[in-house]
T-cell receptor
Framework: DAGVTQSPTHLIKTRGQQVTLRCSPKSGHDTVSWYQQALGQGPQFIFQ???????QRGNFPDRFSGHQFPNYSSELNVNALLLGDSALYLC??????????????FGPGTRLTVL | GNSVTQMEGPVTLSEEAFLTINCTYTATGYPSLFWYVQYPGEGLQLLLK?????DKGSNKGFEATYRKETTSFHLEKGSVQVSDSAVYFC???????????????FGQGTILTVHP
């Protein structure tokens, strides 16, 4: 049973460019959350997707957008990259059923470097 | 809003020493509490969790007790090993159906280094 997978592993971009990161959730999970982890910091919640819609969003600008596909996989897009966007981007999947939230499983992350 | 505060690090111990990493939180309602571990170059792994007051989460010799009266969830291990060297994150989430849907709020992390 494959866990959460993310691609690519590493990415180098220059300021002003756009980037797309990808995530495949753990089998059986229907919810994908994205987190940004700056060096030496704890992960910060970006947004969560469920039933192909953004259900909740953290304190991130509109340059950060996402998408969820019918197979539950997800993309994170960042436009007009800034140096401060350099971070490890983590994807987590879970299964939400009413009031019950399953454990969130994290992928290995994508390391984004903006030059 | 919700927040998590962890003790300042890094923490350096000798093998077989006792470990405590303090964690306190601020949250409305009755959050679930977690400890995650991140090994070098890897993503986060759930170490243990507790979902209600006075619950004790435990795994791999690590323990933490959900203390609502002191809003704390301190991580302890009686005898650390070199292989425990990693970054430890305390985190919380509210109850689905409210405003969180499982959104995790993390502390800043504590680096643990264990020497032989």
């Amino acid at each position: 049973d494959a866990g959460v997978t993310q691609s690519p592993t590493h990415l180098i971009k220059t300021r002003g460019q756009q980037v797309t990161l990808r995530c495949s959730p753990k089998s059986g999970h229907d919810t994908v959350s994205w987190y940004q982890q700056a060096l030496g910091q704890g992960p910060q919640f970006i947004f969560q997707y469920y039933e192909e819609e953004e259900r909740q969003r953290g304190n991130f600008p509109d340059r950060f957008s996402g998408h969820q596909f019918p197979n539950y996989s997800s993309e994170l897009n960042v436009n007009a990259l800034l140096l401060g966007d350099s971070a490890l981007y983590l994807c987590a999947s879970s299964l939400v059923a009413g009031e019950v939230v399953s454990e969130q499983f994290f992928g290995p992350g994508t390391r984004l470097t903006v030059l | 809003g919700n927040s998590v505060t962890q003790m300042e690090g890094p923490v350096t111990l000798s093998e077989e020493a006792f470990l405590t990493i303090n964690c306190t939180y601020t949250a409305t309602g009755y959050p679930s509490l977690f400890w995650y571990v991140q090994y070098p170059g890897e993503g986060l792994q759930l170490l243990l969790k507790a979902t209600k007051a006075d619950d004790k989460g435990s795994n791999k010799g690590f323990e933490a007790t959900y203390r609502k009266e002191t809003t704390s969830f301190h991580l302890e291990k009686g005898s650390v090993q070199v292989s425990d060297s990693a970054v430890y994150f305390c985190a919380l989430t509210g109850r689905a159906g409210g405003t969180s849907y499982g959104k995790l709020t993390f502390g800043q992390g504590t680096i643990l280094t264990v020497h032989p």
